[in-house]
């Protein structure tokens, strides 16, 4: 038994793992953003109910977080919650928890949620991919993160290569983006980079969802602006399904929730990239659960079995 953490700036989600599949939720808790011995507490009376209903101690405590772990100084860099962001996050959870811990990218634990039990299961290489508030993904291989720091898989910080794109061809702006760069793909494909990209074009200020359902009704100002995107978008994954071999591309955030969009990303993509598929490659997220939790499970109970021989 483990117990695993999915946390984010807002909330804290805990379960009781025995396997990815047999994951037992608790009722989530709010995030103390400002106050280290308030989260440290938080996160020991969820083991202390996790405790309680196994009878038995975990084996570690696996966290999902919104940040990454500096694979040089072990430092958590996690803006969003200021009490545990510069700190050797890990190390100081186990002295105060008396547990091993492990801490991952929340990206990557959805990536691993859906290779392990998802809609990637039984691809060797799987890239996972989030549209939403921000653009991330993560990339397995063989069932294990090629790195676990959070830094891998971050294509959304690349820049954006085209200078024009959409038909008929358009000047691709570069906007701010908030790592700091000017010009990343995060910037302009994500919900907020939408919304951007519409303004830059139409000077209309609509949201995500408003654009998406002008585009849905045939709207020809949407239509433009999503013809736009999506051929910005998938220039940028096309690189990356030629460099990684993936064979699927599981997609999570809120622009994930829109199945012609991602079919028209999907057929973009696929007219873009070396090897050819007759089958979609840009599939919707399928698992059930909190991804963030069936992703540190799966690291937790992995950790697990390697340090007990089980």
Same mark, same amino acid.
């Given at each position: 038994?483990?117990?695993?953490?999915?946390?984010?700036g807002?909330a804290i989600k805990g379960?009781?793992a025995?396997?990815?599949e047999?994951?037992?939720p608790?009722?989530r808790?709010? /995030?103390?953003?400002?106050?280290?011995?308030?989260?440290?507490?938080t996160?020991a009376?969820v083991?202390?109910?996790a405790e309680?209903i196994a009878?038995?101690r975990?084996?570690?405590?696996?966290?999902?977080i919104?940040?990454v772990?500096?694979p040089d100084?072990a430092?958590?860099?996690?803006?969003?919650?200021?009490c545990?962001?510069g700190r050797p996050?890990?190390?100081d959870?186990?002295?105060a928890?008396?547990l091993p811990?492990?801490?991952?990218? *929340?990206?990557d634990?959805?990536?691993l949620a859906?290779?392990?039990?998802g809609?990637?299961?039984g691809?060797?290489?799987?890239?996972?991919?989030i549209?939403?508030t921000?653009v991330?993904g993560g990339l397995?291989?063989?069932?294990r993160?090629?790195?676990?720091?959070?830094?891998?898989?971050?294509?959304?910080?690349?820049?954006i290569?085209?200078?024009?794109a959409?038909t008929p061809?358009?000047h691709?702006?570069?906007?701010?983006c908030?790592?700091?760069q000017?010009?990343?793909?995060d910037?302009?494909?994500?919900?907020?980079g939408?919304?951007?990209?519409h303004?830059h074009?139409?000077?209309?200020?609509? /949201?995500?969802e408003?654009?998406?359902?002008?585009?849905?009704?045939g709207?020809?100002?949407?239509?433009?602006?999503? *013809?736009?995107?999506? *051929?910005?978008l998938?220039?940028?994954?096309?690189?990356?399904?030629?460099?990684?071999?993936? /064979?699927?591309?599981?997609?999570?955030?809120?622009l994930s929730n829109?199945?012609?969009?991602?079919?028209?990303?999907d057929?973009?993509?696929?007219?873009r990239i070396l090897?050819?598929?007759k089958?979609?490659?840009?599939?919707?997220?399928a698992?059930?659960?909190?991804?963030?939790?069936?992703?540190a499970?799966?690291?937790?109970?992995?950790?697990a079995?390697?340090?007990?021989g089980?």
């Amino acid at each position: 038994m483990i117990v695993c953490f999915d946390i984010g700036g807002t909330a804290i989600k805990g379960a009781l793992a025995t396997s990815p599949e047999d994951i037992r939720p608790f009722p989530r808790q709010p /995030t103390p953003i400002h106050d280290f011995d308030a989260f440290v507490a938080t996160l020991a009376s969820v083991i202390a109910e996790a405790e309680a209903i196994a009878g038995e101690r975990p084996a570690c405590i696996a966290i999902s977080i919104a940040g990454v772990i500096d694979p040089d100084t072990a430092n958590a860099v996690v803006a969003n919650i200021p009490c545990i962001h510069g700190r050797p996050l890990m190390a100081d959870l186990e002295a105060a928890l008396g547990l091993p811990v492990i801490v991952a990218n *929340d990206a990557d634990c959805f990536v691993l949620a859906e290779a392990g039990i998802g809609a990637a299961r039984g691809h060797r290489v799987v890239f996972g991919v989030i549209l939403g508030t921000g653009v991330g993904g993560g990339l397995v291989i063989d069932g294990r993160l090629i790195n676990e720091s959070g830094f891998a898989g971050e294509w959304g910080h690349g820049p954006i290569q085209p200078t024009e794109a959409g038909t008929p061809p358009m000047h691709v702006p570069r906007f701010q983006c908030g790592c700091g760069q000017v010009g990343c793909i995060d910037a302009i494909c994500s919900a907020r980079g939408l919304e951007k990209l519409h303004k830059h074009i139409h000077a209309e200020q609509l /949201t995500s969802e408003e654009i998406i359902a002008d585009w849905q009704r045939g709207d020809a100002k949407a239509e433009r602006t999503t *013809d736009i995107y999506v *051929d910005i978008l998938t220039d940028a994954l096309s690189i990356v399904v030629n460099v990684t071999g993936t /064979t699927i591309l599981p997609v999570g955030g809120g622009l994930s929730n829109v199945p012609a969009l991602l079919a028209r990303i999907d057929t973009a993509l696929r007219g873009r990239i070396l090897r050819k598929f007759k089958a979609p490659i840009v599939v919707p997220a399928a698992c059930g659960v909190e991804p963030g939790l069936i992703g540190a499970a799966i690291l937790g109970l992995d950790f697990a079995r390697e340090h007990q021989g089980g």
